[in-house]
């Protein structure tokens, strides 16, 4: 099974930008969904963004415009760039990687919920003004 490690992650201002990546061991992920979701002390676990092996897209609206979900078969790594950092994106950020022939919104919602699929331990990402 593959193993997954996050990667990137630090602390940045406001505004700032941060590009965290995921790297998959053991295991080719090249069909796989990919994706990454985060979750914030007392807050519950929020899917982020999602990639389907064929390169569809999805994301949190709270993230769209600012964060870009992109994957490198070639590395089997995928990464989140993140730009326009807020405080609200002060998270612990976790990849995933999932089997099947999903869209990518059933994707990132099985992958938050722990519904199949693989997980890093996370990477934490701090803004602060």
């Known amino acids: 099974q593959p193993q997954l490690a996050e990667s990137g992650g630090g602390s940045v201002e406001s505004g700032g930008t941060l590009t965290l990546s995921c790297a998959a061991s053991?295991?080719?992920?090249?069909?796989?969904?990919l994706g990454w979701f985060r979750q914030a002390p007392g807050k519950e676990r929020e899917g982020v963004a999602a990639?389907?092996?064929?390169?569809?897209?999805t994301y949190a609206p709270s993230v769209v415009g600012r964060f870009t979900i992109t994957r490198d078969n070639a590395k089997n790594t995928h990464y989140l760039e993140m730009t326009n950092l807020k405080l609200d994106d002060t998270a612990t950020y976790r990849c995933a990687a999932l089997w099947g022939r999903l869209t990518a919104a059933r994707a990132l919602d099985m992958m938050t919920r722990g519904d199949g699929g693989y997980w890093g331990r996370g990477t934490q990402v701090t803004v602060s003004s």
């Open positions: 990639i389907t092996s064929e390169g569809s897209t």
């Open positions: 053991r295991y080719n992920v090249s069909g796989y969904n």
